[in-house]
């Protein structure tokens, strides 16, 4: 017997598309696209989904209809998951309304809770996290999720809205960021992450494992300088040494938006948002005297899909 699943991510930046095929002993990947919609752009540090936005909203999924129908998938049997801008806006019904209307396709607006148990599902289907206690961060253009935990289950988790498109509008003045908006942006995360301070004091984690995202783009870029090429094909889970996180952020904290589309491993999609990024994942090594990152290019996409498994 097999069965046919499409998943469509709604982030704050990106729009991403999953189709598989499973039968009873495995799963099989028919299609896989990311597409910028960047419904925050604009309007999410206050609570809306500018006009301009929807447009570039419904472009992106009107091409993933596309692609639904074709792998024999009716819009309205998709799994279609709404997050931080979404559910922050004060117009989310009508997006949500609009987005059903001109596509068929129904969102389903998730909570940050349960944004963090998929992310963690995902992560660890990408690689094994161990007894000991770990701290999955998972940084998207609304909001970022913290998981701390195993292998075999959860012991803290929290969504902050702090995601990439927040802080850029309300800290990136300059390109490069000056180091009074970075002292400033360093500030705001000792007063927005108060609750993840109590939970590293309590669980201490060594070890911080990024999903996807901006740290994709971390590795593939460790990957271009080292090896001259990009990972290997179908390598969920990596680990980035200290020292090349290091580099890459001394290297992207003093170069523009140009300067950076031309490091080898950077793409369009991450070139401005990847500042903000680092800098909140340089904080976390910092204050929490973390030693090790690894990375899961898998996230909440494949942890609906182990959910739904």
Same mark, same amino acid.
């Given at each position: 017997?097999?069965?046919?699943?499409?998943?469509?991510?709604?982030?704050?930046?990106?729009?991403?598309?999953?189709?598989?095929?499973?039968?009873?002993?495995?799963?099989?990947?028919?299609?896989? &696209?990311?597409?910028?919609?960047?419904?925050?752009?604009?309007?999410?540090?206050?609570?809306?989904?500018?006009?301009?936005?929807?447009?570039?909203?419904?472009?992106?999924?009107?091409?993933?209809?596309?692609?639904?129908?074709?792998?024999?998938?009716?819009?309205?049997?998709?799994?279609?998951?709404?997050?931080?801008?979404?559910?922050?806006?004060?117009?989310?019904?009508?997006?949500?309304?609009?987005?059903?209307?001109?596509?068929?396709?129904?969102?389903?607006?998730?909570?940050?809770?349960?944004?963090?148990?998929?992310?963690?599902?995902?992560?660890?289907?990408?690689?094994?996290?161990?007894?000991?206690?770990?701290?999955?961060?998972?940084?998207?253009?609304?909001?970022?999720?913290?998981?701390?935990?195993?292998?075999?289950?959860?012991?803290?988790?929290?969504?902050?809205?702090?995601?990439?498109?927040?802080?850029?509008?309300?800290?990136?003045?300059?390109?490069?960021?000056?180091?009074?908006?970075?002292?400033?942006?360093?500030?705001?995360?000792?007063?927005?992450?108060?609750?993840?301070?109590?939970? &590293?004091?309590?669980?201490?984690?060594?070890?911080? &494992?990024?999903?996807?995202?901006?740290?994709?783009?971390?590795?593939?870029?460790?990957?271009?300088?080292?090896?001259?090429?990009?990972?290997?094909?179908?390598?969920?889970?990596?680990?980035?040494?200290?020292?090349?996180?290091?580099?890459?952020?001394?290297?992207?904290?003093?170069?523009?938006?140009?300067?950076?589309?031309?490091?080898?491993?950077?793409?369009?999609?991450? &070139?401005?948002?990847?500042?903000?990024?680092?800098?909140?994942?340089?904080?976390?090594?910092?204050?929490?005297?973390?030693?090790?990152?690894?990375?899961?290019?898998?996230?909440?996409?494949?942890?609906?899909?182990?959910?739904?498994?």
């Amino acid at each position: 017997m097999t069965d046919r699943l499409g998943i469509i991510d709604l982030g704050t930046n990106t729009f991403h598309l999953l189709i598989v095929e499973k039968n009873d002993r495995h799963t099989d990947v028919l299609f896989h &696209v990311s597409r910028p919609a960047r419904i925050g752009e604009g309007g999410i540090n206050q609570q809306l989904i500018t006009e301009a936005a929807t447009g570039r909203a419904l472009d992106v999924l009107r091409f993933f209809r596309e692609q639904l129908v074709q792998h024999g998938i009716e819009p309205q049997q998709a799994f279609a998951f709404g997050t931080s801008a979404i559910r922050n806006a004060q117009n989310s019904e009508e997006f949500c309304a609009t987005i059903q209307r001109e596509t068929g396709i129904g969102i389903r607006v998730i909570d940050g809770n349960e944004e963090a148990r998929f992310i963690y599902q995902g992560v660890k289907k990408a690689l094994d996290l161990g007894e000991a206690p770990t701290m999955i961060v998972d940084i998207g253009g609304g909001s970022v999720e913290f998981i701390i935990g195993n292998q075999e289950q959860i012991f803290w988790q929290r969504s902050f809205e702090i995601g990439g498109q927040r802080l850029m509008e309300k800290f990136m003045r300059t390109d490069p960021l000056s180091e009074a908006d970075r002292k400033r942006l360093y500030n705001y995360f000792d007063e927005q992450l108060i609750p993840l301070a109590n939970a &590293v004091h309590q669980y201490a984690p060594s070890t911080l &494992v990024g999903s996807s995202g901006s740290f994709d783009t971390l590795v593939d870029m460790d990957y271009h300088h080292r090896t001259g090429a990009g990972p290997e094909p179908g390598k969920t889970g990596f680990n980035l040494p200290l020292e090349e996180f290091y580099r890459s952020y001394e290297a992207l904290l003093t170069l523009n938006h140009d300067e950076r589309l031309a490091i080898p491993g950077m793409i369009p999609l991450r &070139v401005n948002m990847i500042v903000v990024a680092i800098c909140l994942i340089e904080y976390l090594l910092r204050r929490y005297s973390i030693k090790q990152i690894r990375v899961s290019s898998y996230a909440l996409k494949e942890g609906v899909l182990a959910e739904f498994s």
